[in-house]
């Protein structure tokens, strides 16, 4: 976690409150030093073949690999991820770097448009720099799956962390220097927000990704319209997590339970609402008690932990307020106690909450209303699809779904019903970097990952030479039109 000192922050483990580090804040001459080398990377990467620049994406792969427990480590002790967690997270980053490593060529390269032109095609062109500011939760998936298209493209990119895990994003910066971007095509900057401004609004900077809340999405978002630059928003959320009748009801509880407690709750995409068909209500809770039980809270170093503490206090307050006053307001707790939330001893001094299960939910507690960023799982009783899905689209985000079913035909008619960006079958949230992410709504603007992330904040050119056309390429209600309008120049040509 962070507390700001005047011009410094400091990191605090989240296992023991303890003070890890302080930091300074970037100054505004170290914001206009920071976009000057940007601004020379991007004109270094834009001239380097596409080949090499696939190379260094590679390298940063087998770099991963071989660092991989160093950076669970400092995942744990700075943001308290589980180390197995950790693990996880970097064989996933892993996966995405050769993934955009194989696909970039085919990406990048011109595409062939139309039958009626001698020659059309589109270029996608890098334009700029990329600035990306980037949360907590995944300090190295979150980050390493926004800013790899834009390197791979040609562009250079500015990264600001969030101020819980400065040592997290210098460690990345590091990799990925000795991947071979060695020219300040990737830099980490630890502006305040006050900053913003200059950055966005400098003619350098070709585009700004957020991945955070909606109230600061809609703030980046107003600045890249005042500056007139394309913006790539991913936001909070409130996902459904749709248990229908004919459900596989211990793979559902296995699933909710993933879904709600991964990371501690604390992930945009988290299944923060289960909805549950009446029909089988009972033995979805049945299910599901035993597979939170099994979820084990401690010490994020060690290998069994499968819940660390929250990564600050103020969001562990926060998560405790929201969960008293929704039972105050009526909830039921299924599992779990409101008033022995803390861990106890040796645990005691960190954030560590016990993971809970509220249903009969009021409207206006905050289970309903409001994104929980913790361990709590909140269900709710619907009689059909039909009211399953009213209530799925009753909140102003729409990130992403999950439906469970044993019929897939069923489960796809419920998913399109859906308001997301993305509803995962049978599966809480996929991290397959092929799938396009990004949410609807409130939830973001834009996707990233997939191949349309390689082309977020290039330039797409289109370029197109002319020729005589010929009929047999015209249809035939229009070759008329095209007819006339040839005789009409060759009358004209003739008078001169």
């Not at 993934?99 to 011109?110: R, T």
């Not at 059309?120 to 500011?133: E, K, N, R, S």
């Not at 035993?290 to 290998?303: C, I, Q």
């Not at 809480?428 to 990952?449: H, I, Q, R, T």
Request: glycine residues 8%.
């Amino acid at each position: 976690s962070e507390m700001c000192i005047r011009d410094s922050f400091m990191t605090i483990c989240p296992s023991t409150n303890k003070v890890l580090k302080e930091f300074p804040f970037a100054s505004a001459a170290d914001v206009s030093s920071t976009l000057a080398k940007a601004h020379e990377g991007y004109k270094f990467n834009k001239q380097v073949p596409l080949s090499t620049r696939i190379q260094k994406i590679l390298n940063i792969a087998d770099i991963l690999e071989k660092r991989k427990m160093e950076c669970a480590e400092l995942m744990a002790t700075e943001m308290g991820k589980p180390i197995k967690f950790g693990v996880f997270e970097v064989n996933e980053v892993i996966g995405i770097m050769k993934h955009k490593a194989a696909v970039a060529e085919g990406a990048l390269q011109p595409q062939i448009l139309g039958p009626l032109a001698k020659k059309a095609y589109t270029l996608l062109q890098p334009m700029g720099i990329h600035f990306c500011v980037h949360p907590w939760n995944f300090p190295f998936w979150t980050v390493m799956n926004t800013f790899t298209q834009s390197l791979l493209s040609g562009m250079s990119v500015i990264q600001k962390p969030s101020p819980t895990i400065p040592q997290c994003a210098y460690l990345v910066e590091q990799i990925i220097r000795d991947a071979g971007f060695k020219n300040n095509e990737y830099q980490v900057l630890l502006a305040d927000t006050e900053h913003f401004e200059t950055i966005i609004g400098d003619p350098r900077i070709a585009g700004v990704s957020l991945t955070g809340s909606t109230r600061s999405g809609k703030s980046i978002g107003a600045l890249a319209g005042k500056y007139v630059k394309p913006f790539l928003l991913e936001l909070g959320g409130m996902d459904p997590f749709v248990v229908l009748e004919d459900a596989d009801m211990k793979k559902s509880a296995a699933q909710g339970a993933l879904g709600r407690l991964c990371n501690s709750g604390q992930v945009c995409v988290g299944a923060k609402r289960m909805i549950v068909n009446e029909k089988v209500y009972d033995k979805f809770i049945e299910e599901l008690i035993p597979a939170v039980k099994g979820w084990k809270v401690g010490d994020p170093h060690d290998p069994d932990t499968m819940m660390g503490p929250l990564a600050r206090y103020d969001l562990y307050d926060t998560v405790r307020q929201q969960v008293k006053e929704s039972v105050d307001k009526g909830s039921r707790v299924l599992y779990g106690d409101v008033e022995q939330l803390k861990v106890p001893a040796p645990l005691e001094k960190g954030n560590f909450i016990h993971p809970l299960i509220l249903d009969n939910i009021p409207k206006g507690a905050p289970a309903r209303e409001e994104e929980i960023f913790g361990p709590c799982l909140s269900l709710f009783k619907v009689k059909n699809d039909e009211e399953a899905i009213a209530l799925a689209n009753n909140i102003p985000y729409g990130l992403g779904a999950t439906v469970m079913s044993e019929n897939i035909p069923h489960a796809e008619k419920v998913a399109e019903q859906i308001d997301a960006g993305g509803v995962y079958i049978n599966q809480w949230f996929p991290m397959d970097p092929c799938l396009p992410f990004g949410g609807c709504k409130d939830s973001g603007v834009g996707k990233e990952a997939g191949i349309e992330g390689f082309s977020i904040f290039a330039n797409k050119k289109t370029v197109y030479i002319a020729q005589i056309l010929s009929l047999i390429h015209i249809s035939e209600p229009t070759r008329p039109l095209y007819i006339s309008y040839a005789v009409f120049c060759l009358k004209k040509k003739k008078n001169k």
